[in-house]
Protein backbone atom coordinates (compact mmCIF):
# COMPACT_ATOMS: atom_id res chain seq x y z
CA UNK A 1 0.00 0.00 0.00
CA UNK A 2 1.66 3.00 -0.92
CA UNK A 3 0.66 6.94 -1.72
CA UNK A 4 1.29 10.57 -0.41
CA UNK A 5 -1.65 9.76 2.12
CA UNK A 6 -0.68 6.52 3.55
CA UNK A 7 0.99 6.38 6.55
CA UNK A 8 2.49 3.20 8.36
CA UNK A 9 1.40 2.23 11.54
CA UNK A 10 2.60 -0.84 12.52
CA UNK A 11 4.50 0.56 15.27
CA UNK A 12 1.10 1.52 17.28
CA UNK A 13 -1.00 -1.39 15.74
CA UNK A 14 -3.10 -3.55 18.47
CA UNK A 15 -0.74 -1.81 21.26
CA UNK A 16 -4.04 0.49 23.00
CA UNK A 17 -2.72 4.03 24.81
CA UNK A 18 -0.02 4.12 22.04
CA UNK A 19 0.52 7.55 20.45
CA UNK A 20 1.85 8.80 17.02
CA UNK A 21 1.59 12.38 15.97
CA UNK A 22 2.82 13.45 12.54
CA UNK A 23 2.89 16.77 10.38
CA UNK A 24 3.35 16.42 6.62
CA UNK A 25 2.46 18.11 3.24
CA UNK A 26 1.25 16.38 0.23
CA UNK A 27 0.10 17.90 -3.03
CA UNK A 28 -3.54 17.41 -3.66
CA UNK A 29 -3.80 14.30 -6.32
CA UNK A 30 -6.77 15.72 -7.77
CA UNK A 31 -9.14 18.27 -8.13
CA UNK A 32 -11.57 17.89 -5.09
CA UNK A 33 -14.80 19.82 -5.73
CA UNK A 34 -17.17 20.49 -8.16
CA UNK A 35 -19.39 23.85 -7.85
CA UNK A 36 -17.99 27.57 -8.27
CA UNK A 37 -14.38 26.89 -6.21
CA UNK A 38 -12.37 23.76 -5.52
CA UNK A 39 -9.22 22.85 -4.55
CA UNK A 40 -7.08 22.16 -7.44
CA UNK A 41 -5.08 19.20 -8.58
CA UNK A 42 -1.52 19.62 -6.58
CA UNK A 43 -2.38 22.20 -4.35
CA UNK A 44 -0.43 22.05 -1.10
CA UNK A 45 -2.20 20.22 1.61
CA UNK A 46 -0.93 20.32 5.25
CA UNK A 47 -2.02 17.79 7.73
CA UNK A 48 -1.48 17.53 11.49
CA UNK A 49 -2.52 14.38 12.62
CA UNK A 50 -2.66 12.33 15.83
CA UNK A 51 -2.79 8.21 15.41
CA UNK A 52 -4.27 6.44 18.54
CA UNK A 53 -4.06 2.85 18.85
CA UNK A 54 -7.05 1.74 20.82
CA UNK A 55 -8.64 -1.79 21.12
CA UNK A 56 -10.94 -1.50 18.02
CA UNK A 57 -8.41 -0.03 15.16
CA UNK A 58 -6.37 3.07 14.87
CA UNK A 59 -8.30 6.18 15.85
CA UNK A 60 -7.30 9.22 13.49
CA UNK A 61 -7.96 12.41 14.14
CA UNK A 62 -6.58 16.03 12.80
CA UNK A 63 -6.73 18.96 11.17
CA UNK A 64 -6.08 19.79 6.69
CA UNK A 65 -5.13 22.99 5.87
CA UNK A 66 -5.26 24.06 1.56
CA UNK A 67 -6.67 26.59 -0.38
CA UNK A 68 -9.26 26.65 -2.49
CA UNK A 69 -9.71 28.82 -5.95
CA UNK A 70 -13.03 29.40 -8.46
CA UNK A 71 -15.23 32.51 -9.07
CA UNK A 72 -17.82 34.34 -6.34
CA UNK A 73 -21.29 33.34 -7.14
CA UNK A 74 -22.65 36.74 -7.54
CA UNK A 75 -20.03 38.45 -10.09
CA UNK A 76 -17.86 36.11 -11.13
CA UNK A 77 -14.63 37.87 -9.84
CA UNK A 78 -11.84 35.11 -8.92
CA UNK A 79 -11.38 34.12 -5.48
CA UNK A 80 -8.93 32.15 -3.81
CA UNK A 81 -9.17 31.43 -0.03
CA UNK A 82 -7.64 29.11 2.81
CA UNK A 83 -9.68 26.28 4.18
CA UNK A 84 -9.09 24.47 7.11
CA UNK A 85 -11.11 21.01 8.10
CA UNK A 86 -10.90 19.34 11.35
CA UNK A 87 -11.35 15.01 10.80
CA UNK A 88 -11.73 11.55 13.19
CA UNK A 89 -12.19 8.25 12.15
CA UNK A 90 -11.47 5.14 13.40
CA UNK A 91 -9.64 2.80 11.11
CA UNK A 92 -10.84 -0.68 12.17
CA UNK A 93 -8.99 -3.83 12.15
CA UNK A 94 -9.60 -5.96 9.51
CA UNK A 95 -12.51 -8.66 11.08
CA UNK A 96 -15.40 -9.66 10.56
CA UNK A 97 -17.71 -6.58 10.70
CA UNK A 98 -17.12 -4.59 6.85
CA UNK A 99 -16.41 -0.57 7.71
CA UNK A 100 -15.51 2.21 5.54
CA UNK A 101 -12.04 2.47 7.08
CA UNK A 102 -9.36 -0.20 7.85
CA UNK A 103 -5.89 -0.60 8.81
CA UNK A 104 -4.45 -2.53 5.77
CA UNK A 105 -1.08 -4.58 6.05
CA UNK A 106 -0.06 -1.98 8.96
CA UNK A 107 -1.57 1.25 7.22
CA UNK A 108 -3.71 3.50 7.10
CA UNK A 109 -4.67 5.85 3.76
CA UNK A 110 -5.90 9.49 4.77
CA UNK A 111 -6.89 10.44 1.54
CA UNK A 112 -10.54 9.88 1.46
CA UNK A 113 -11.23 10.89 4.71
CA UNK A 114 -9.14 14.06 3.91
CA UNK A 115 -10.81 14.96 0.38
CA UNK A 116 -14.24 14.38 1.99
CA UNK A 117 -13.67 16.67 5.21
CA UNK A 118 -12.80 19.11 2.50
CA UNK A 119 -15.16 19.33 -0.28
CA UNK A 120 -17.93 19.39 2.42
CA UNK A 121 -16.22 22.26 3.89
CA UNK A 122 -16.14 24.21 0.54
CA UNK A 123 -18.63 27.07 0.22
CA UNK A 124 -21.70 26.18 -1.87
CA UNK A 125 -22.28 29.94 -2.63
CA UNK A 126 -18.73 31.53 -2.54
CA UNK A 127 -18.40 35.31 -2.57
CA UNK A 128 -15.33 37.62 -2.89
CA UNK A 129 -16.95 39.68 -0.01
CA UNK A 130 -19.92 39.42 2.12
CA UNK A 131 -21.55 42.36 0.81
CA UNK A 132 -20.53 42.21 -2.96
CA UNK A 133 -23.52 43.64 -4.97
CA UNK A 134 -23.14 41.19 -7.93
CA UNK A 135 -23.54 41.95 -11.46
CA UNK A 136 -25.51 45.02 -13.24
CA UNK A 137 -28.57 43.08 -14.17
CA UNK A 138 -28.86 45.95 -17.45
CA UNK A 139 -25.33 46.11 -18.73
CA UNK A 140 -23.91 42.86 -17.63
CA UNK A 141 -20.73 44.68 -15.68
CA UNK A 142 -19.46 44.51 -12.07
CA UNK A 143 -21.67 46.74 -9.73
CA UNK A 144 -18.49 47.10 -7.56
CA UNK A 145 -16.36 48.69 -10.81
CA UNK A 146 -19.65 50.55 -12.21
CA UNK A 147 -18.08 54.51 -11.91
CA UNK A 148 -20.79 55.64 -14.39
CA UNK A 149 -23.71 57.82 -13.44
CA UNK A 150 -26.23 55.37 -11.97
CA UNK A 151 -28.68 54.29 -14.34
CA UNK A 152 -32.76 54.33 -13.34
CA UNK A 153 -34.23 51.07 -14.28
CA UNK A 154 -35.98 51.04 -17.37
CA UNK A 155 -39.97 52.22 -15.89
CA UNK A 156 -42.79 49.52 -16.56
CA UNK A 157 -45.31 51.14 -18.62
CA UNK A 158 -47.77 49.96 -16.45
CA UNK A 159 -47.02 52.34 -14.09
CA UNK A 160 -45.81 55.33 -16.13
CA UNK A 161 -49.05 57.20 -14.97
CA UNK A 162 -48.00 56.45 -11.01
CA UNK A 163 -44.21 58.72 -12.10
CA UNK A 164 -46.22 61.77 -11.74
CA UNK A 165 -48.09 60.93 -8.14
CA UNK A 166 -45.88 63.31 -6.02
CA UNK A 167 -47.07 63.65 -2.07
CA UNK A 168 -47.51 66.94 -2.58
CA UNK A 169 -50.95 66.12 -4.29
CA UNK A 170 -51.78 64.78 -0.88
CA UNK A 171 -51.72 67.94 0.85
CA UNK A 172 -54.07 69.93 -1.83
CA UNK A 173 -56.71 67.00 -2.08
CA UNK A 174 -58.24 67.76 1.39
CA UNK A 175 -58.55 71.90 0.83
CA UNK A 176 -60.48 71.04 -2.75
CA UNK A 177 -62.59 68.71 -0.89
CA UNK A 178 -63.30 71.11 1.76
CA UNK A 179 -63.65 74.14 -0.68
CA UNK A 180 -65.72 71.95 -2.79
CA UNK A 181 -68.58 71.43 0.35
CA UNK A 182 -68.79 74.88 1.29
CA UNK A 183 -69.66 75.60 -2.36
CA UNK A 184 -72.28 73.08 -2.20
Known amino acids: MTGPFVIRVKDIVRRPGEMRELRFEVPAPEKWGEGLVS???GVPVDIDVR???VHEGILVSGSADAEYAGVCGRCLT????GLQVEFQELFA???EEATDFEVQDDHVDLETLVRDAMVLSLPFQP????DCPGLDPATGERMTESTGPEQREPLDPRWAALQ???TDHDAEAPRLRAENTEES
Open 127 to 130: VCQP
Open 78 to 81: DIAE
Open 51 to 53: LES
Open 39 to 41: VEA
Open 93 to 95: YPG
Open 164 to 166: DYT
